[in-house]
């Protein structure tokens, strides 16, 4: 999708009252790697001067792209520059395949994990403002320091996945939001204690189909663009309002949608004006 395209898109949604915009971290698109992608931190930091309410930030971002310290100067910087409307998403990188071909390496998840950990840890201890030392899993600073602070006292950090020995730990230290995905959905009950004092979302894939006689269309189209997902929901705006109240209902306080026919401007305004009213707990 071409610059100013993503931009009517993220304008929109802000008008519609959308909480916030996502945009994923990756070198290239996983599944069309031949096509043009823009770089993850520039377009969100680009868009955050072109908005001012809506929160933006990336699901997820690959923790492996760049140094803790820098990434957590990075998002101090952009929490400024936006009045406090940067989200965190991040994660050790979930194509091992483009971490290869870029040079960055291939190493099991469990290592993986610990360099994450280390992003987690410096992003907390550079927020402070304070002076600090660290020795962590591959990361050693002294008498590190970073301001300006953040303008928001904590900027929320969403971890997502479903692993019991890596992942969850993660995010019940450093978490405000579990992502929950949509292949752990049946193992929703068993993860959650796991994930801690943490708020939860779930992604989903959005079919929305303006009536029940394009509804057969609508759902094609979404499994054939997204079946692989996982996670779909699809059919007119009561259905759809009707099967995320379920995800509500389940302790779901946000949902990241991917609308299959990636967000036009008149699905963003349907769903915001017929499905979001009608979601409920």
Known sequence: MEYPTIEERVLVAE??????????DHMAPPAIPDQPSLEGWSLVTFLAARTSQIRLGHLVLCAPFRHPALLAKMAATLD????GRLEIGIGWGSVPAELVRYGFGDEKPSVKAK???????VMELMFSGEEFDYDGHFVTMRNAV?????????????????GRKLTMPLVARYADWWNCPAYASEEYDEL???AGDVKVSVQRVIGLAGSSAEREEVAAVTAKRFGYWGGLVTGTPDEVAESLSKDAARGAELVIMQFSDFGKPETIRLFMEEVAPAVTT
């Open 15 to 24: 008008e519609a009252g959308f909480r916030s915009a996502w945009f994923m």
């Open 80 to 83: 400024v520059l936006s009045n």
């Open 115 to 121: 360099r994450m950990e280390d992003a987690l840890a």
């Open 146 to 162: 970073s301001r300006p602070t953040p303008v928001q006292a904590k900027i929320p950090v969403h971890i997502g996945g479903a």
């Open 192 to 194: 959650r204690p796991l």
